[in-house]
């Protein structure tokens, strides 16, 4: 139910046409391990430089605008859709998370933020012991 809701969201925020003007929201997954919390957000045609991650508290925010350069005069437009994309995205983290240890790559598109939990948030094994002597 809460993807559908998200989905319904992101498509509200989707606006395209004559005035070149496209805001939606990165697909993301969010694994957590033992040791780390790993998120994976599409953002085809970003570059690395026109993305900003942070990290405040629980909450992951990704933030992109892209924009289209056209020096040259190409012809008349009909439409004109790849002049400016942007997107703003808040997510709540699973755990806490040290955002100086944090990892950040971009691969074909998909940004992969590896974030380490702190060690207070890491499971801790309890050792079990016999009492002898009954």
Same mark, same amino acid.
């Given at each position: 139910m ?12 989707v ?17 957590? *391990? ?6 994976k957000?599409e ?13 405040e508290?629980n ?5 992109g605008?892209?924009?289209?350069e ?29 955002p ?6 971009f691969? *074909? ?17 309890? *050792? ?7």
């Amino acid at each position: 139910m809460a993807e559908a809701i998200d989905r319904l969201f992101d498509e509200a925020f989707v606006v395209s046409g004559n005035g070149g003007l496209n805001v939606s929201t990165p697909k993301v997954d969010v694994i957590e *391990n033992d040791d780390n919390v790993v998120v994976k957000a599409e953002m085809p045609g970003m570059k690395p430089e026109e993305v900003d991650v942070r990290v405040e508290g629980n909450l992951l925010t990704l933030h992109g605008e892209h924009k289209e350069e056209h020096d040259q005069k190409e012809g008349q437009y009909h439409v004109r859709e790849m002049r400016q994309a942007s997107f703003h995205r808040v997510l709540p983290l699973p755990t806490d998370v040290d955002p100086d240890k944090a990892k950040a790559e971009f691969d *074909n598109g998909v940004l992969r933020l590896t974030l380490p939990k702190h060690e207070n948030a890491k499971p801790k094994r309890i *050792n079990i012991t016999a009492k002898s002597g009954k």
